[in-house]
C-alpha cells in the first residue's frame, strides 16, 4: 500500500531528475543543485567554471522523529530574478543595488506515509550566493525542535583562512591566519582554562564571517544573514575532508532551535570574489535581509561620539561610586555609604567631557558608570545587577542633560545588562522612558559576563530572540542601539536601522587589556564588518597606556596615524573619539582630521586591501563633494601608492594627509606623525608609507579661492 | 599559625559548650540545638517531653568552596518573645495572634584562616516550629551558589503520611495515605512513563505541607514558609532510617540556588498538635511571613465568582476561536479563518452567564478563551504563545464589561501563559494596563505546560521569582491575582494579599479527567491549604459529565452535598461556583445556599476533623452574625455529631441544613439531598450522616420575628 502509494505520488510530482542550476546575474558564479541516492540535499557552486565549493550537503537534524536531512524528493523547480536599487537610512554608499537570480526547490519528503515539505532557496548575486531553508505551512511539520543544522561547506582545497574560535559566548578573540589544515594545531593558543568565560566547542570550530583565499587567489567568506528567532550559526571543520558544516548554539538543555511553521532560517552565504577590494565592497549580507521596517527613520542619525569610558577602561578611573564589594539595590543607600574617589561619572568631570566635545563637534558624549549597581555587576551571576533608571548621587541626571543641551550635543545613555536578560527586560520600559524623558536617543547597551537565564548562551536563539526585542522597543521609543557583547551581526541593520552598531568583536578595549595584533583591524572588514557595523571605538592618541594610568602596562598596538585611518576603513554611522580630552589636547593638528571626517558617506571606494596586510578606502562625505581617505597595515611597514582617480575629473581638490613619520613604529614610536597639505587633481597619484602597525589619512575637500596660494600635494 | 590563630579565636568566641534549648509560650514544645563533633548542626524536638523529631542535621551545601555543613563554631546564641495579634486583610479569623519564643544561634566556619557566618533562628509556636538560615553581611561570603539544602527531619517512628510524590514540575496528585516505610512501594503507581510533564524526582520523594501522623496520635507537619527568591523544597526520605531531608528544586543547569549575603531561606516549619483540628486551626504559615506590604488594601476583597470554564473543561466548548493547529500571533488574520462554532467566551454565552451571576449576586466572572492563541497554547514549548490584551473577534471586551458593569458584577481576568514566562513577563504591563481599562481587579494567571526558559521548573528559583514579580507588578496596578499551576503557596498572602489565591494541588478540573479520590477534600486543608488558600473552583451539580459532554466519560467523585460543604472546608477568600447555568437551574433549591454562603469570616472552628477520613469547620460570616457550616467524609458513609456551642448562648438561630439523602451515593447517586429547615440554640446538637463522598452544609443566621412560626430543627 505503502509503495503504491509513493509511486502514484512520484509520478505526480516529480519535475526534475537532473540537476538544477542557478547563476549570477553575470553568469560567473554558478551553483547545482541535486538530491544523491539517499535524498540528501547536495549542492556545489564554480566561479568562472572552476569549483570553488565541492559538493555539499543541506539539512537539518531533528531532536525527536525523522530527520529533515534525506529522504527527499524534489517536487518543482521555481525561478525568480530580482533587481532593486535601495537607499540605506545610512550606509558606505548612498544606494544599493539588489540583483540576485533565484532558485527555490520545493522537496517532500515521507515521514510514515505522512508528506513533509522542505524548501530550500538559492540566491545568486555576483559576488556571492546565499540558501536558506524554509518550512511552509503544511500539515505534518509544524513544531520541530532542532538538534543540529547540517549545511555544509566543502572546500576545494587547503585554503588559508583568517578564523577566530567557534565560542557560544565570546568573540573578542585575536584572529589567526593559517592553512585550514593547521587550525587544529592553531587551536591550542586559544583553550585557555584559566578564561572561564569562553566556550569554544571543537578544536576545529570557527566562527563566521569566516574569511578564506584560495591558492588561485579567490577570496570566499563564509557567513549568514538575517539571524532572527534562530540561533547564531559558527562552522565546525572536518578537517580530513576539509568539509565545513554549520554548528549552532545550543540553549539550556542541549536544544538548537525551536522552530514553528511557516518559518525559515537564516540565510546561509558564500561570498565569491577575485579580489580583496570587491569582497569589501560587498553588500551581499545587507541585500539579503528585508527592507526598513520601521516606517519613520527621521530620528535615525550616524553619530561621533566621545565618552567617559577609556578612563575606566585603562583603570585610571572607575565605574562604581564606591568600593563595596557587594549592594542590594533593593536597600541600598549611596548616601550613607563612603565615595571611591575615583567615581569618573561625576558632574566635574562629565561637564569636563561635555565642554570639550562640544567644542569640538561631536553629537554626543556616552557617559557609562552613571547608574548604581556597578560595585558588583562582573563575575556573580548577579540576576537583579542594574535597575538602568537610578544615578550615582555625583550624577545629576537632569541637570548634566541640560548643560550638554545648551552647549549643543547630547547624551548617550549606557545600559549594560551583565549578561542578565530577564532583569533588563523587566526594566527595559522604565529605562526607555527614562531616556526619553531626558533627551537621550542613543544608548550603548552591554552584556558581558554569562547569560541570565543560566545556561544559555549568548549566540543562542534565546538571546537572539532578546537582543531584536530590545532594538524593536527601542525603535518605539526613537532610540538607536548600540549593542556591545551581542551576537555577531547578520545585516539586520537594514531592517532595523535603528541598530547603529554592534561590539562583537575584539574592539579597542583590549588594547588596555594587553593589546591587540596589529593585523586585526585589516581583517575586522573582511569578517566582522559584513555583517553590520562596528563600535570598534578608534581614537587612541596616548599608547603608553602607564602614562595616566600607573598600573596598567598595557601598549596600544598602533600609530596614532592607524588610530585615524580607522574612521575611514571601519565604515561605521556610530564612530567614537575614545580616548580622554587631555589626551587629544596635547596632538590637537591631528585631532582635526577626527573633528573632519564624516560618518556618513554617499560612496565609497576600496583602493587597495589584503586581508590580514592591509585595507586602503576612499569615502565621499554624505551630501558634499569632500573626500576621505584612510589606509591601515599591519605589524609591516609598507609603501603603498594611492592614486586620486576617485575625485572628479577637471577639479582641483586641496588634501591634508595625516601620515606616520618615517621613524614611527607602534612599538617604539607610536604617535610619531607628520602633516602634509597640498592640492591635487584625479590624475594624481601619491605614495603613502605606512610604519608597522601603522597608517594614513587624508581629508580632501574641492579647492576654493581661499587655496589659491596651496601648492600641489607633495608627500616626502 | 593556622592552629594558633583557631585556638585563639575559639576562647574568643565560644560562648557555650552545652546543648541550647528553647520552648514554645506554653512549655509544651521544646527544642535542643548543638553542634556535633564535626561541629554540624543538629536539633531535636520534643512534645510534651516525648521526641517528636530525633536528632537532625542542618546546613547547606555549596556547589564551589567549603559547604555550610560543617566545622561550625557556636558563637553566640539570642533570645527573644514575640506576641502581637494582628489583622488580615481577609482570613478565617478576625485577627491572628503571633506569639513565639525566638533562638538564634550564629555560627562561625573556618574557610582557609577565613572565617564565615550563618544564623540559623528558631522561632517555638505552642503549635509548631519554624527555623531558617540566614547570611549575614559578612566579608568572607557574598555570593554562592547552593548545591543542596541538608535539613533534616528525622521522624521517631514509622508515621502515618499523607503524601504526594515530590516532583518539580506538578502538585496535581491524589493523595497516598501509608506508612513511611511503604512510600518507596506506593510510589510506583505515580510513576507513568507516558505522562511527560511529571519529574519525579526519587522513589522516596514527597512534597510539602507533609502531613504525618503519629502512632501517639501527634500530628506533625512538615512545610515551609515565606519562599521568596529560593526554590521549592521538597522532602526526601531515608526510608530506612526515617529520615527526612530537604531537595531542593534545581535550575537548567542543576543549581539550586543563587543566593547574595545578606539574605537567608525561607522557614523550614514542624507543625506539631495532639489534635486534628488544631492542625487546621494553626496560622504557623501565616505568622511566619512578613508583615502585609501592601499600604491600601482597600481594593483587596474576598471573591464569589462563575466562570465560563467548566463548559471547556469538560470538553462541552473550547478556548480556542478555530481548528487551526497553529497559529502565529504576528500574522494571524482571524477574519479569514473559519470559527470552529464550539468557542465558549462568545458575546452571546458570555452575556447569559453574566445575567446569571448577576442575578444570584456574584461579584465576578471569570471568562477563560476570551483571548487569542489557544489553538495551539500546550504542548508545543510555544514561546510567544499568547499576547494577553487581543480578544478573539467573538468577544467583545468593551461591551461585555460595559454589560457587566451594567448588571453590577465585573468580570475575571484570564492569563494563561503556558509556561512561557518571558513572554508573559514582556506583556505583562500592557496586559495589566488592559484590565485597568476595562475594570478588571482580578486575574486568574496560568502555567500550565513546562516552563520555558527551557530547562527551568515551576518550583525553581527563576519561577517562583516570577511568580512574585506578577504579583507585585498587579499591586501597582490594584490587580488581586489567582496563579494556576504556580508553587504552592508558604503564606506569601499575608504580605502580599493581593494574592488571594492558587490552585496548585488537584482541583475541581481533574473531576472532568477522570475523577478525584473522595478522600481528596479531607486532606488538602492539612496539606495544600497550610501554605495559603485555593482555587478549588467546587460547586458541580451535575457528576454525571457525559450528560453534557458526551465525549467524556468522567464522573465528579463526591455527592452533590459535599460540593457545598467545600465553600466551608476549604477555606478561600476566593469562592468560585464552578457549574454552568444550566446545572444550576436544575436544583436551584441547593444553590441557594452557595448563593448565600460567606467568603470572609470573623470566626473559624474546626468541629471535627480526621485527615484522610473527615472534616466539619463551622464559620462565621464577616460583620454579621450568621454561620455557615460544612462537613465531608471520604469514601467512607458516616454520621457525626454536630454540636451548636458554638453559638451565643441564649439565643435563637434558623438553621437550613443541606444533607445527603439517605441513598445518596457518590458512584450510584450523588444529587440526591434533603434540605431541612429549623430552629436551634447553642445546646442543641443534631447528627448529620453523610453518604460515601459525601457532606453536608448548613446556614445559620439569629431568629428574628418573621421566623416564629418555625420549629426545632429535626434531622431524619
Redo the contacts between chains.
Keep these: 500500500m505503502r509503495k503504491i502509494f509513493l509511486t502514484a505520488f512520484a509520478a505526480f510530482a516529480v519535475t526534475a531528475a537532473a540537476s538544477e542550476v542557478v547563476k549570477s546575474p553575470d553568469g560567473n558564479l554558478s551553483l547545482t543543485f541535486d538530491l544523491n541516492e539517499q535524498g540528501t540535499p547536495v549542492y556545489s557552486m564554480e566561479y568562472k567554471g572552476k569549483a570553488v565549493v565541492n559538493p555539499s550537503k543541506l539539512g537539518v537534524e531533528l531532536k525527536t522523529g525523522k530527520s529533515l536531512t534525506d529522504g527527499f524528493r524534489l517536487l518543482r523547480t521555481t525561478r525568480d530574478t530580482f533587481d532593486e536599487t535601495w537607499t540605506p537610512v545610512w550606509g558606505e554608499t548612498k544606494t544599493i543595488r539588489n540583483n540576485y537570480n533565484e532558485m527555490a526547490v520545493r522537496l517532500a519528503q515521507d515521514d510514515n506515509g505522512k508528506e513533509r515539505y522542505m524548501i530550500i532557496r538559492f540566491r545568486m548575486y555576483n559576488d556571492g550566493m546565499g540558501l536558506r531553508y524554509e518550512w511552509p ?1 503544511q ?1 505534518n511539520l ?2 520541530f ?1 532542532i538538534k543540529e543544522e547540517h549545511t555544509q561547506f566543502a572546500m576545494t582545497g587547503d585554503h588559508k583562512a583568517y578564523w577566530i574560535p567557534g565560542d557560544y559566548d565570546t568573540q573578542e578573540y585575536d584572529y589567526c591566519v593559517c592553512r585550514l589544515s593547521e587550525i587544529r594545531d592553531e587551536m591550542h593558543k586559544y583553550l585557555n582554562p584559566e578564561n572561564a568565560s569562553t566556550t569554544v566547542f571543537s578544536p576545529t570550530g570557527v566562527q563566521t564571517a569566516l574569511q578564506l583565499k584560495t591558492d588561485d587567489g579567490i577570496y570566499l567568506n563564509i557567513h549568514e544573514a538575517a539571524c532572527v528567532n534562530y540561533s547564531t550559526m559558527s562552522l565546525n571543520l572536518d578537517d580530513k575532508n576539509l568539509v565545513f558544516e554549520s554548528w549552532l548554539t545550543p ?3 542541549g ?1 538548537k532551535g ?1 522552530m ?3 518559518c525559515k532560517s537564516p540565510w546561509r552565504t558564500v561570498m565569491v570574489v577575485d579580489n580583496a577590494c570587491k569582497a569589501l565592497d560587498s553588500k551581499l549580507i545587507l541585500n539579503l535581509n528585508e527592507p526598513c521596517k520601521i516606517e519613520d527613520t527621521s530620528w535615525i542619525h550616524p553619530t561621533k561620539y566621545m565618552g567617559v569610558w577609556w578612563e575606566m577602561i585603562t583603570g585610571k578611573g572607575s565605574w562604581a561610586y564606591t568600593n563595596a ?2 549592594v ?1 539595590l533593593d536597600s541600598i543607600n549611596y548616601a550613607a555609604m563612603k565615595p571611591n574617589g575615583i567615581h569618573s561619572a561625576n558632574n566635574e568631570n562629565v561637564k569636563r567631557y561635555i565642554d570639550f566635545a562640544s567644542k569640538h563637534g561631536f553629537d554626543e558624549l556616552l557617559v557609562e558608570g552613571w547608574n548604581i549597581g556597578w560595585e ?1 555587576w562582573i563575575g ?4 537583579y545587577v542594574f535597575d538602568f533608571v537610578t544615578p550615582n548621587p555625583d550624577f545629576d541626571i537632569e541637570a548634566l542633560n541640560k548643560y550638554a543641551h545648551e552647549k549643543g550635543i547630547k547624551l548617550m545613555m549606557h545600559h549594560e545588562t551583565s549578561g542578565s536578560l ?1 532583569n533588563y ?2 526594566h527595559m ?1 522604565a529605562a526607555y522612558d527614562l531616556m526619553n524623558k531626558y533627551g537621550y536617543d542613543a544608548v550603548k547597551s552591554g552584556y558581558v559576563g554569562p547569560i541570565i ?4 548562551h549568548h549566540y543562542g536563539q ?1 538571546a537572539n ?1 532578546h537582543y531584536l ?1 530590545a532594538i524593536k522597543q527601542a525603535a518605539k521609543h526613537k532610540i538607536m542601539v548600540n549593542a556591545h557583547e551581542a551576537t555577531r551581526p547578520t545585516g539586520l541593520c537594514r531592517t532595523y536601522p535603528n541598530l547603529v552598531g554592534n561590539e562583537s568583536a575584539r574592539g579597542t578595549e583590549y588594547q588596555a587589556f594587553g593589546g591587540t595584533l596589529p593585523h586585526h583591524v585589516t581583517i575586522l572588514p573582511f569578517t566582522r564588518l559584513q555583517g553590520g557595523p562596528m563600535d570598534y571605538t578608534p581614537g587612541i592618541f596616548c599608547m603608553d597606556i602607564s602614562k595616566f594610568a600607573p598600573n596598567n602596562t598595557s601598549k596600544v598596538n598602533s600609530t596614532l596615524c592607524n588610530q585615524l585611518a580607522l574612521y575611514v576603513t571601519l565604515y561605521s554611522p556610530l564612530q567614537m573619539a575614545a580616548d580622554m580630552p587631555e589626551n587629544y589636547e596635547r596632538y590637537m593638528d591631528a585631532f582635526q582630521f577626527i573633528k573632519d571626517v564624516a560618518v556618513d558617506w554617499d560612496d565609497s571606494k576600496y583602493l587597495a586591501a589584503e586581508p590580514g596586510e592591509y585595507i586602503i578606502a576612499a569615502r565621499k562625505a554624505k551630501g558634499t563633494d569632500n573626500w576621505f581617505v584612510g589606509g591601515v597595515t599591519n605589524g609591516d611597514a609598507r609603501t603603498m601608492p594611492v592614486a586620486f582617480d576617485f575625485l572628479d575629473k577637471d577639479r582641483k581638490y586641496v588634501v591634508t594627509v595625516y601620515a606616520d613619520a618615517k621613524d614611527a613604529d607602534y612599538e617604539t614610536n607610536p604617535e610619531k606623525y607628520v602633516i602634509t597639505k597640498g592640492t591635487v587633481t584625479s590624475k594624481d597619484a601619491v605614495k603613502m608609507y605606512m610604519a608597522r602597525g601603522g597608517g594614513f589619512a587624508m581629508s580632501i575637500y574641492p579647492a576654493t579661492d581661499a587655496d589659491k596660494g596651496l601648492k600641489k600635494l607633495k608627500i616626502k
Excluded at 453 to 456: K, L, M, T, Y
Design positions: 505551512k500539515e509544524t513544531y525542535v540553549d539550556a538543555v536544544d525551536y514553528m511553521a511557516p564589594t557587594a542590594n558588583d556573580n551571576m548577579k540576576d530577564r527586560e523587566r520600559e537565564p543560566r545556561g544559555e534565546w530572540n526585542y
